[in-house]
């Protein structure tokens, strides 16, 4: 029975070790050769990947978010048995940014390929549909993302008030001045 709980403990203090606190935003698509209802997908699967991941948010102050496009690089129809079938070839690019100031932390691209009956939908479309938010490799992208994100933030030292104290506001609007040595994002 102490194994059991020390196994169960051992398993709950690894999933909390892992977790991190930044979580991301989805940046609108923007791409004018996409349809309306093509960007409307392709947000929805990057908003279900980063919630499968947990680290989607709806923060409006949240600084962090992922920039998604997808081109179509290639796409031919062909016989194949009794249909006519289309082999749409394309590549996906996710980009983390911030939101604030435009910065980009992190960014990957993945290929992708779908066939599909001819003439079902755009070949764009036929992309977006294709994407698995299951592919581990979304995991790995959103693991590496929140690691490039809090390296970039460790060593950054945040502007500090010439007097070195801070004016902080309590309800009764008096000012009470805070010393400090550092301030560290995390």
Same mark, same amino acid.
């Given at each position: 029975?102490?194994?059991?709980?020390?196994?169960?403990?051992?398993?709950?203090?690894?999933?909390?070790?892992?977790?991190?606190?930044?979580?991301? $935003?989805?940046?609108?698509? +923007?791409?004018?050769?996409?349809?309306?209802?093509?960007?409307?997908?392709?947000?929805?699967? @990057?908003?279900?990947?980063?919630?499968?991941? $947990?680290?989607?948010?709806?923060?409006?102050?949240?600084?962090?978010?992922?920039?998604? +496009?997808?081109?179509?690089?290639?796409?031919?129809?062909?016989?194949?048995?009794?249909?006519?079938?289309?082999?749409?070839?394309?590549?996906? +690019?996710?980009? &983390?940014?911030?939101?604030?100031?435009? $910065?980009?932390?992190?960014?990957?691209?993945?290929?992708?390929? &779908? +066939?599909?009956?001819?003439?079902?939908?755009?070949?764009?479309?036929? @992309?977006?549909?294709?994407?698995?938010?299951?592919?581990?490799?979304? &995991?790995?992208? &959103?693991?590496?993302?929140?690691?490039?994100?809090?390296?970039?933030?460790?060593?950054?030292?945040? *502007?500090?008030?010439?007097?070195?104290?801070?004016?902080?506001?309590?309800?009764?609007?008096?000012? @009470? *001045?805070?010393?400090?040595?550092?301030?560290?994002?995390?």
């Amino acid at each position: 029975m102490k194994k059991i709980y020390f196994s169960a403990i051992l398993m709950m203090a690894i999933a909390l070790q892992g977790l991190s606190q930044v979580q991301f $935003s989805v940046i609108a698509n +923007t791409q004018q050769e996409l349809s309306a209802e093509a960007r409307n997908q392709l947000d929805i699967k @990057l908003a279900q990947i980063l919630s499968r991941c $947990s680290a989607s948010t709806a923060n409006a102050d949240n600084p962090f978010g992922i920039e998604s +496009t997808i081109v179509v690089t290639e796409s031919e129809t062909a016989m194949m048995r009794t249909q006519v079938m289309t082999v749409t070839k394309g590549q996906l +690019t996710l980009i &983390v940014k911030n939101l604030k100031d435009g $910065s980009q932390y992190y960014g990957n691209s993945y290929p992708l390929k &779908v +066939t599909e009956k001819a003439g079902k939908n755009s070949a764009a479309e036929g @992309l977006i549909k294709g994407i698995r938010i299951d592919n581990p490799s979304f &995991v790995r992208f &959103v693991r590496v993302a929140r690691e490039k994100v809090e390296n970039f933030y460790k060593g950054k030292e945040l *502007p500090v008030p010439a007097a070195d104290t801070v004016a902080v506001a309590v309800p009764d609007s008096t000012a @009470l *001045p805070i010393k400090f040595d550092s301030i560290s994002v995390q």
